[in-house]
Every structure is written in structure tokens, then in C-alpha cells.
């Protein structure tokens, strides 16, 4: 990848010094819903990726917008990095948001929608329903979906209803009385969440194989026969989104798993932050909406199509067109490691192989998703079971539910072994799923604590100790992704096995700290935040520009999540002045504004979105003492990371891993120009094309490497 010209590039005094972190975070769902336009990409693979740039958005409102309505009257408070009053930011977010929602629907109803019909796979209309389809709807609203629904008309003794957030609802305009000889005008019909938002007509309703309609068609159809004896002049869906930040004062409680389930009841229930409307709603119940739920109008979307687009994700698997996804793709084992790698990779078949024996010879890295999670788990099994373990550490941020690795800790302390997790019990949304295997954990006998308060605990290790030939011995794993089974299968992360002594001591001292609550001094290899993660970083960069500066080679390859935090910035800008050739890849936000002339002109910026999940943290340091540096990180360059949450980042010592994490986490993706967005001196992404060269994927790349 080459530096952006100096003659390319813009002044400082165009645009302000930093990008607002909101801004780049709705640029990077613009991203994301471009890829539902790609015609390169199967289509019902367009198909998800609509309905992930609708989640995104989803969160986007209960989450990051909510956070600055929370703001907005604290006299003082400024958006980070770029110093924006909160109200100056919603307005402009605002903006941004509308215009992406717009091109939501127009991606569904003028691209996807007439391509998925040529492939036979069509969205079926009220207006064009046959008469056997309207028998079979109909009979199937008076069966599956009447009896759960529950009308609400509006009068003194029936306020408007509490609405959840999220939740799918419709406003039902009716004349003339009701059984009481009352005429109140208004209904509300909640949707309950169980119900499904697409149903796939059976071959005696209709002559296609893959038809669909709507929930909310149906309910059209049919909702006068909630209402008899009145006349339904209209009916209109609507949802609102609401703020689901949680707030519990942890200096003020005993038990956060107790303040936390209680909380946890009230999300569904914050304040209004969005409503979205059915295009179609007449003006007088669109502000009578608006007026019960608190809104202006910079608040509203009116939209054309379901009002959760995300429903749609259920459409692929019930279509059954595996020729419109991509081709399967099965994560490569550990017994089929490369017959090329330093030293023989046995295949586990024998009982007494043993993953501790081959992590003994040399440390081992794990490349997920296209290399299977299962040796993690196997190592906690073995772990569980093996005589000359004594203890097991382990944080836990994210698993899912059935989790193996819930089960191999559980095993492991009840044949005697002394096992400790630390589970984050305020991962955002997985907040009820930890809490359920906290206690679980904790009914097996296992030493549950709940990290550090006010500081989360994303850090992602285990440590095993072990006593071996009567001397203590540590095997660690550690790695940039959470321990979850699900998302190793399409979130790209690093995990490295290892029995280095001086990563293993490290990892004991910061579990100890973690439940003593002891100082940790004199970590040996590790970077740990909130304490010397940032200013190691800090000092790297600074060497950096100072090697630069004295004419020796500087350079910096640095790939994570986002970018937000103000003084790693202001650095990367320093180094950029002094000479360093600065690559980021940064998947999410990026605040730091590249491109500028005589403040970032050395440094690019590129954002990878493809068929996985870019996930990694990866940091080169050229270092110009012959002895470059390389590290993988649970952490972002973010203010969050760095600062309040407990984070490690630790070295890559073994030469091999250290070549194998530079290639396939950084080298593969400089060069990737199909699916590489170029970050702009404006703030906004250009899609690099293959002009020149041959057309490179790295994850297209990476997959074929480990298919081999």
C-alpha cells in the first residue's frame, strides 16, 4: 500500500483535527449496507448483510445516541475526541442516520427485493395474494396469531400501553362503538416477540417454492376481526427504541449480580430515543405518537417496509438456496496443520497425546475462524482432568449459552482442581447470559469473582498452573477475541498457546490482582491497562518518530476495531510529521483524520469488511535496532479500553508465530483491494479497486490458505 501523495493531500485548517467517534461509527454501517448493493456478493448473503447494517443501527440508537441524550443538558460536557457540545453532535448524527435508514429501504424495495423475485423467492403483497393464499392466511391468522394477540383500546380506564423496546406494534384508527356503546377512536396492538415476523407459505397455499409475506401484511388484512362490530379505518405499524444503557453505582452497592438482574428488568423500558413509523401514517397520529413517547421529529423515521429489518435474516435459512450464500466453509483442526511447519503436529488420536505437550515444544497460534476454537476447549478438558494440574484461571466476558467451556471449568473443580473465573457481568446484552453461568459456575464449586469495579474486565486468558518434576509451571492461552463458540466462526481473531514462564508469571500476577485487588508491579512481557498498556504504546510510537527523525528505519503497522483515544492520536499525528510510514486497519470508528498535510500525510487509514468479522488486535513496532515488535491485544486504541477497562497485550517471542501473525494479520490485509475501504481527510471511505493489478481478498486469501 502506498502513502497518500503530498500533494493529495488537504491542509490542516480544512477540516477540524479530529473525526467525531459517533460520525465514523454510522460511516462504518454505510460500509456495511454497501455490501447489500455488491453484486459480487451471493445474494442472500446482500441479504444479511441489510439486516446486520439494521442491528447496527439498532444499537446505534439505544446505545451510542442515548448516551449523548443522557449528556445533553450537563453543562460542560463535550463529545471525545473532537470536543462537539452533545446537542451540536445528535443534530448531525441525526442527519446521517436518516440518510443511512433511507438507503436501508431503498437497498430492500429497489435492488434486493426485484433480484430475490428473479431467483423465485418472493415477498408476497396483500394486493397480490390469490384466493387460495387468502384462505390460507387468513385461516392462519384465526389460528396461530389471534389468539396471542391482545388489542388495547384506548380510553381513561385503558392508557397507552407500556411499549417495549424494540418491539413491533401497530396504531389502529376505528369508527363507530364499541360493545359498550363508546367510541374511543384509537387501539394499540402489541406484537408479542414470539411470534415470527416472516412466514414462509407451505406448498398447499401457493405454486413457489420460496414465498414469504409479512406478519405485519397479515395483521393488515385481518385486523378488523379484533374489533367486531367496528370499522378499522386504518392501521399502521410502529416501533420505538429506547435507551438501554444501564446504570448501577457501583461504589454504592454490595452485590452487582443483584443490582444487575434488578436493572436488567427496567431495559426494555428506558427512554424514547427513536420511532419508527409506517410511511403511510397520516400526520395526526404520527405526532400523537410522538407526543406519547416524548419526541420531536428530528426522532422520527417513517419507513417503507417492516419497521425491523433485521427480521429478514431469518429468510436464508428457511429459503434453502445454498447457491445464493457463500460456499461452506469448515474450520481447519489441529491435526491438519501444515506438514511445513518447524516441528510435527501430531494428530491427537492416542490417549496419551496431550495438548500440554505440544504447547511444550513450542507455542502454538490459533487462527479463528479458519482454524477451529476446539484446541482451546481441549486444552481446559485436559486441564480438567490432568494430575499435575493444580489451579485454572480465566476471564470470561462473552459465552454463549450450552457453553463447553462453562462445562470443562465446572468439571475441572469438581475433581478438586482450584478453579477461579472472573466473569464480566456488564458485557453490553450478555449481561443476563453471564449472570446464569456465573451461578452456575458458582453451584459447581468454582471461585466466581466479578472483576474490578469500575472497570470492566475484557482481558481474554486462561492460565493453567501445573507442578512438574516438583516445580511450578505455567501454560496460558491468550488471545484477542472472547471464549465463545459462536463468534470464533465468523469473528477473525489471534489465540496463542504458549509455556512461556515470563507470559505465564505475568498472566499469574494480573489474576491475582484481579481477585486480591493488589497492586501488579513489574510485569515482565505484558502491557496491562488501565495501567501501562497506553503509555507502552505511547513510548513505541515516540521511538518511532525518533528513530525517523535520526534517518533510521521507522515504521508502524497497527490493526484493531476503532480508534478514538486522543493521545495515541496526537502521537500517531507527531510520528506522521517526523517520517514514519503509518498503515492502520482499523475495522470501526476512527477518529484520527488521515491525509493531511503537515499533520497525518504519512499515514493511511484502510477499513476491511467482508465475509468475516475483522476482529484482531495487531501492533508492529519497526523498532530499528534489528528487533521489531509485535503484539496482539484484547484492546482497542480506544479511550475505553485503555483507560477504564482491564485489557493485556502481549508479545509475539517465537519467531515462526511472530512471521505467521505479521502475515496474516497485517501483510494480507495492506494488500487487500476488494474488499479495503480507503479512509478519507473528510471523514468519508472510498472502495479501493483492483485498477492495475490482479484482484486481492485477504480473507479470501486466508480461506484458501487453510483449505489446502
Same mark, same amino acid.
Given at each position: 500500500?502506498?502513502?497518500?501523495?503530498?500533494?493529495?493531500?488537504?491542509?490542516?485548517?480544512?477540516?477540524?483535527?479530529?473525526?467525531?467517534?459517533?460520525?465514523?461509527?454510522?460511516?462504518?454501517?454505510?460500509?456495511?449496507?454497501?455490501?447489500?448493493?455488491?453484486?459480487?456478493?451471493?445474494?442472500?448473503?446482500?441479504?444479511?448483510?441489510?439486516?446486520?447494517?439494521?442491528?447496527?443501527?439498532?444499537?446505534?440508537?439505544?446505545?451510542?445516541?442515548?448516551?449523548?441524550?443522557?449528556?445533553?443538558?450537563?453543562?460542560?460536557?463535550?463529545?471525545?475526541?473532537?470536543?462537539?457540545?452533545?446537542?451540536?453532535?445528535?443534530?448531525?448524527?441525526?442527519?446521517?442516520?436518516?440518510?443511512?435508514?433511507?438507503?436501508?429501504?431503498?437497498?430492500?424495495?429497489?435492488?434486493?427485493?426485484?433480484?430475490?423475485?428473479?431467483?423465485?423467492?418472493?415477498?408476497?403483497?396483500?394486493?397480490?395474494?390469490?384466493?387460495?393464499?387468502?384462505?390460507?392466511?387468513?385461516?392462519?391468522?384465526?389460528?396461530?396469531?389471534?389468539?396471542?394477540?391482545?388489542?388495547?383500546?384506548?380510553?381513561?380506564?385503558?392508557?397507552?400501553?407500556?411499549?417495549?423496546?424494540?418491539?413491533?406494534?401497530?396504531?389502529?384508527?376505528?369508527?363507530?362503538?364499541?360493545?359498550?356503546?363508546?367510541?374511543?377512536?384509537?387501539?394499540?396492538?402489541?406484537?408479542?416477540?414470539?411470534?415470527?415476523?416472516?412466514?414462509?407459505?407451505?406448498?398447499?397455499?401457493?405454486?413457489?417454492?420460496?414465498?414469504?409475506?409479512?406478519?405485519?401484511?397479515?395483521?393488515?388484512?385481518?385486523?378488523?376481526?379484533?374489533?367486531?362490530?367496528?370499522?378499522?379505518?386504518?392501521?399502521?405499524?410502529?416501533?420505538?427504541?429506547?435507551?438501554?444503557?444501564?446504570?448501577?453505582?457501583?461504589?454504592?452497592?454490595?452485590?452487582?449480580?443483584?443490582?444487575?438482574?434488578?436493572?436488567?428488568?427496567?431495559?426494555?423500558?428506558?427512554?424514547?430515543?427513536?420511532?419508527?413509523?409506517?410511511?403511510?401514517?397520516?400526520?395526526?397520529?404520527?405526532?400523537?405518537?410522538?407526543?406519547?413517547?416524548?419526541?420531536?421529529?428530528?426522532?422520527?423515521?417513517?419507513?417503507?417496509?417492516?419497521?425491523?429489518?433485521?427480521?429478514?435474516?431469518?429468510?436464508?435459512?428457511?429459503?434453502?438456496?445454498?447457491?445464493?450464500?457463500?460456499?461452506?466453509?469448515?474450520?481447519?483442526?489441529?491435526?491438519?496443520?501444515?506438514?511445513?511447519?518447524?516441528?510435527?503436529?501430531?494428530?491427537?488420536?492416542?490417549?496419551?497425546?496431550?495438548?500440554?505437550?505440544?504447547?511444550?515444544?513450542?507455542?502454538?497460534?490459533?487462527?479463528?475462524?479458519?482454524?477451529?476454537?476446539?484446541?482451546?476447549?481441549?486444552?481446559?478438558?485436559? +486441564?480438567?482432568?490432568?494430575?499435575? $494440574?493444580? =489451579?485454572?484461571?480465566?476471564?470470561?466476558? &462473552?459465552?454463549? @449459552? %450450552?457453553?463447553? !467451556? *462453562?462445562?470443562?471449568?465446572?468439571?475441572? +473443580?469438581?475433581?478438586?482442581?482450584? $478453579?477461579? =473465573?472472573?466473569?464480566?457481568?456488564?458485557? &453490553?446484552?450478555? @449481561? %443476563?447470559?453471564? !449472570? *446464569?453461568?456465573?451461578?452456575?459456575?458458582?453451584?459447581?464449586?468454582?471461585?466466581? $469473582?466479578?472483576?474490578?469495579?469500575?472497570?470492566?474486565?475484557?482481558?481474554?486468558?486462561?492460565?493453567?498452573?501445573?507442578?512438574?518434576?516438583?516445580?511450578?509451571?505455567?501454560?496460558?492461552?491468550?488471545?484477542?477475541?472472547?471464549?465463545?463458540?459462536?463468534?470464533?466462526?465468523?469473528?477473525?481473531?489471534?489465540?496463542?498457546?504458549?509455556?512461556?514462564?515470563?507470559?505465564?508469571?505475568?498472566?499469574?500476577?494480573?489474576?491475582?490482582?484481579?481477585?486480591?485487588?493488589?497492586?501488579?508491579?513489574?510485569?515482565?512481557?505484558?502491557?496491562?491497562?488501565?495501567?501501562?498498556?497506553?503509555?507502552?504504546?505511547?513510548?513505541?510510537?515516540?521511538?518511532?518518530?525518533?528513530?525517523?527523525?535520526?534517518?533510521?528505519?521507522?515504521?508502524?503497522?497497527?490493526?484493531?476495531?476503532?480508534?478514538?483515544?486522543?493521545?495515541?492520536?496526537?502521537?500517531?499525528?507527531?510520528?506522521?510529521?517526523?517520517?514514519?510510514?503509518?498503515?492502520?486497519?482499523?475495522?470501526?470508528?476512527?477518529?484520527?483524520?488521515?491525509?493531511?498535510?503537515?499533520?497525518?500525510?504519512?499515514?493511511?487509514?484502510?477499513?476491511?469488511?467482508?465475509?468475516?468479522?475483522?476482529?484482531?488486535?495487531?501492533?508492529?513496532?519497526?523498532?530499528?535496532?534489528?528487533?521489531?515488535?509485535?503484539?496482539?491485544?484484547?484492546?482497542?486504541?480506544?479511550?475505553?479500553?485503555?483507560?477504564?477497562?482491564?485489557?493485556?497485550?502481549?508479545?509475539?517471542?517465537?519467531?515462526?508465530?511472530?512471521?505467521?501473525?505479521?502475515?496474516?494479520?497485517?501483510?494480507?490485509?495492506?494488500?487487500?483491494?476488494?474488499?479495503?475501504?480507503?479512509?478519507?481527510?473528510?471523514?468519508?471511505?472510498?472502495?479501493?479497486?483492483?485498477?492495475?493489478?490482479?484482484?486481492?481478498?485477504?480473507?479470501?486469501?486466508?480461506?484458501?490458505?487453510?483449505?489446502?
Amino acid at each position: 500500500m502506498s502513502t497518500p501523495e503530498s500533494n493529495n493531500a488537504v491542509t490542516n485548517t480544512e477540516y477540524p483535527r479530529y473525526i467525531n467517534r459517533e460520525q465514523s461509527l454510522l460511516e462504518f454501517n454505510r460500509r456495511v449496507l454497501a455490501q447489500a448493493k455488491n453484486p459480487d456478493i451471493p445474494l442472500l448473503e446482500r441479504l444479511k448483510y441489510l439486516c446486520i447494517s439494521s442491528s447496527n443501527m439498532d444499537e446505534f440508537f439505544e446505545v451510542r445516541l442515548a448516551s449523548l441524550y443522557e449528556v445533553v443538558n450537563q453543562p460542560g460536557a463535550l463529545t471525545r475526541p473532537d470536543d462537539m457540545a452533545p446537542q451540536d453532535a445528535i443534530e448531525m448524527l441525526s442527519k446521517t442516520a436518516h440518510e443511512i435508514v433511507a438507503m436501508q429501504y431503498s437497498t430492500l424495495n429497489h435492488i434486493l427485493i426485484p433480484e430475490l423475485q428473479k431467483e423465485n423467492i418472493r415477498f408476497l403483497r396483500r394486493t397480490h395474494w390469490n384466493d387460495t393464499q387468502k384462505a390460507w392466511i387468513k385461516n392462519y391468522f384465526i389460528e396461530a396469531l389471534h389468539p396471542v394477540l391482545s388489542a388495547v383500546g384506548l380510553d381513561p380506564s385503558h392508557p397507552f400501553p407500556r411499549v417495549l423496546n424494540k418491539s413491533l406494534n401497530f396504531i389502529v384508527s376505528l369508527e363507530g362503538e364499541d360493545a359498550f356503546g363508546r367510541s374511543n377512536g384509537l387501539a394499540i396492538v402489541p406484537v408479542p416477540r414470539s411470534l415470527p415476523r416472516i412466514i414462509k407459505l407451505p406448498p398447499e397455499a401457493t405454486d413457489g417454492e420460496n414465498d414469504f409475506v409479512f406478519l405485519s401484511s397479515i395483521l393488515h388484512a385481518h385486523v378488523s376481526l379484533m374489533f367486531p362490530g367496528m370499522t378499522v379505518t386504518g392501521c399502521y405499524q410502529f416501533r420505538v427504541t429506547r435507551n438501554t444503557n444501564l446504570f448501577i453505582d457501583e461504589e454504592e452497592v454490595d452485590d452487582i449480580m443483584s443490582a444487575l438482574r434488578g436493572e436488567l428488568s427496567s431495559r426494555d423500558y428506558g427512554g424514547s430515543i427513536r420511532l419508527e413509523v409506517a410511511d403511510n401514517c397520516p400526520p395526526h397520529m404520527v405526532d400523537y405518537l410522538l407526543d406519547r413517547f416524548n419526541l420531536t421529529e428530528q426522532a422520527l423515521y417513517q419507513v417503507h417496509g417492516p419497521v425491523n429489518l433485521h427480521r429478514l435474516s431469518t429468510v436464508p435459512d428457511m429459503a434453502k438456496r445454498p447457491d445464493l450464500q457463500f460456499e461452506p466453509f469448515s474450520a481447519r483442526t489441529l491435526s491438519k496443520k501444515s506438514p511445513k511447519k518447524a516441528f510435527k503436529l501430531f494428530t491427537r488420536q492416542k490417549k496419551n497425546d496431550s495438548l500440554f505437550s505440544l504447547v511444550n515444544k513450542k507455542d502454538l497460534l490459533l487462527h479463528h475462524p479458519y482454524e477451529s476454537f476446539t484446541p482451546v476447549i481441549d486444552f481446559l478438558k485436559e +486441564a480438567a482432568t490432568n494430575p499435575d $494440574v493444580l =489451579a485454572i484461571r480465566m476471564t470470561l466476558y &462473552r459465552t454463549g @449459552e %450450552d457453553s463447553e !467451556i *462453562i462445562k470443562a471449568l465446572m468439571k475441572a +473443580a469438581q475433581n478438586g482442581k482450584e $478453579v477461579t =473465573a472472573v466473569v464480566e457481568l456488564r458485557a &453490553r446484552f450478555d @449481561e %443476563d447470559n453471564n !449472570i *446464569i453461568q456465573a451461578t452456575r459456575l458458582q453451584d459447581a464449586g468454582v471461585h466466581v $469473582v466479578y472483576g474490578v469495579v469500575g472497570y470492566k474486565t475484557h482481558a481474554k486468558m486462561i492460565l493453567v498452573v501445573c507442578r512438574e518434576n516438583d516445580r511450578i509451571k505455567y501454560y496460558t492461552h491468550m488471545g484477542t477475541g472472547n471464549y465463545h463458540h459462536i463468534t470464533t466462526r465468523f469473528y477473525s481473531d489471534f489465540g496463542l498457546l504458549t509455556a512461556n514462564q515470563a507470559i505465564g508469571r505475568d498472566a499469574s500476577k494480573v489474576f491475582q490482582q484481579l481477585t486480591s485487588l493488589g497492586e501488579t508491579k513489574d510485569l515482565e512481557v505484558l502491557l496491562q491497562s488501565p495501567f501501562t498498556l497506553q503509555s507502552g504504546m505511547l513510548e513505541r510510537i515516540a521511538r518511532e518518530a525518533n528513530n525517523a527523525k535520526a534517518g533510521k528505519p521507522a515504521r508502524i503497522i497497527a490493526k484493531m476495531n476503532g480508534l478514538e483515544e486522543k493521545e495515541i492520536i496526537d502521537a500517531l499525528y507527531e510520528a506522521s510529521q517526523a517520517g514514519v510510514k503509518i498503515d492502520l486497519i482499523v475495522r470501526g470508528i476512527c477518529s484520527l483524520r488521515p491525509g493531511v498535510a503537515g499533520l497525518s500525510e504519512n499515514i493511511t487509514v484502510t477499513s476491511i469488511i467482508g465475509r468475516f468479522l475483522e476482529h484482531h488486535r495487531v501492533y508492529y513496532f519497526e523498532n530499528s535496532d534489528g528487533k521489531p515488535e509485535l503484539f496482539c491485544s484484547s484492546a482497542d486504541w480506544m479511550r475505553r479500553n485503555l483507560l477504564a477497562r482491564v485489557e493485556t497485550c502481549f508479545p509475539i517471542l517465537d519467531q515462526e508465530v511472530f512471521q505467521q501473525v505479521y502475515t496474516e494479520g497485517l501483510a494480507a490485509y495492506l494488500q487487500d483491494n476488494t474488499g479495503a475501504w480507503k479512509l478519507q481527510s473528510d471523514g468519508s471511505y472510498q472502495l479501493a479497486t483492483p485498477v492495475g493489478r490482479p484482484a486481492y481478498s485477504a480473507q479470501a486469501y486466508l480461506i484458501d490458505k487453510y483449505s489446502q
